[in-house]
């Protein structure tokens, strides 16, 4: 496609219970970014996969947060044992360079924990 | 540890009024600063990025300046339209920062008709 896609638009769930987010990157670009959008919160970095690279993970919230790339092309964000305070609009973004170069953010998924 | 602030946080203007958004930051080493728009529940648009070495880039009806010895950009939109209310979001990008961008908390802005 044409821009940064991610599945599902909306996801509800129950507290404890594991939800899995999916992102798929403008073709070619290498660098892939999650950010979660919280009310009050504003937009925190959470995970950035760069190529092959190990990816950097200083954002994770905590040990229930997990993300994947396959293939350095689409991306899973995982969340364990979800908490009502997971709730939350969570984007992905791509860039062709990495560092210094512009992101394309996708639409969210906007995560809603009971 | 950078931060970025917006300010206002909210602004209204009638329409046909020319109108600038601030940001700053408090880490003036930085590789580039990006506005971007969001629109209610959507993703965000990137509008305009600036790198570290220049002052101004221009798209339309939209300029953004900046002044990194100072920890300043500003969004300059003329002639505001309806269509233009949104809430709009700068971020940074720096040596420290490994590629992710620190955002400020956006101003929300309605151009009344």
């Known amino acids: 496609g044409a821009g940064v896609s991610q599945s599902p638009s909306n996801k509800v769930t129950e507290k404890g219970k594991d939800v899995e987010l999916r992102c798929d990157p403008i073709?070619?670009?290498?660098?892939l970014y999650w950010y979660r959008q919280s009310l009050g919160q504003g937009l925190e970095f959470l995970i950035y996969?760069?190529?092959?690279?190990?990816?950097?993970k200083s954002g994770l919230p905590s040990d229930r947060f997990s993300a994947e790339r396959t293939g350095g092309s689409v991306s899973t964000l995982t969340i364990q044992r979800t908490q009502q305070e997971d709730s939350a609009v969570y984007l992905c973004?791509?860039?062709?360079?990495?560092?210094?170069?512009?992101?394309?953010f996708g639409p969210g998924t906007r995560l809603t924990v009971l | 540890k950078q931060e970025v602030t917006q300010i206002p946080a909210a602004l209204s203007v009638p329409e046909g009024e020319n109108l600038v958004l601030n940001c700053s930051f408090t880490?003036?080493?930085?590789?580039?600063l990006q506005w971007f728009r969001q629109d209610p529940g959507k993703g965000l648009t990137s509008l305009l990025l600036?790198?570290?070495?220049?002052r101004e880039q221009t798209s339309g009806r939209l300029n953004a300046s900046l002044d990194k010895s100072s920890g300043r950009s500003t969004l300059y939109i003329a002639a505001s339209q309806p269509g233009d209310s949104a809430t709009y979001l700068c971020?940074?990008?720096?040596?420290?920062?490994?590629?992710?961008?620190?955002f400020g908390q956006g101003t929300e802005l309605s151009v009344k008709p």
């Open positions: 880490d003036s080493a930085i590789y580039n």
């Open positions: 971020a940074v990008d720096g040596p420290n920062q490994g590629g992710k961008l620190i």
């Open positions: 600036i790198q570290s070495s220049q």
């Open positions: 973004a791509s860039s062709l360079q990495g560092a210094t170069g512009t992101q394309y």
């Open positions: 073709s070619g670009h290498t660098a």
């Open positions: 996969f760069q190529g092959n690279s190990a990816p950097d």
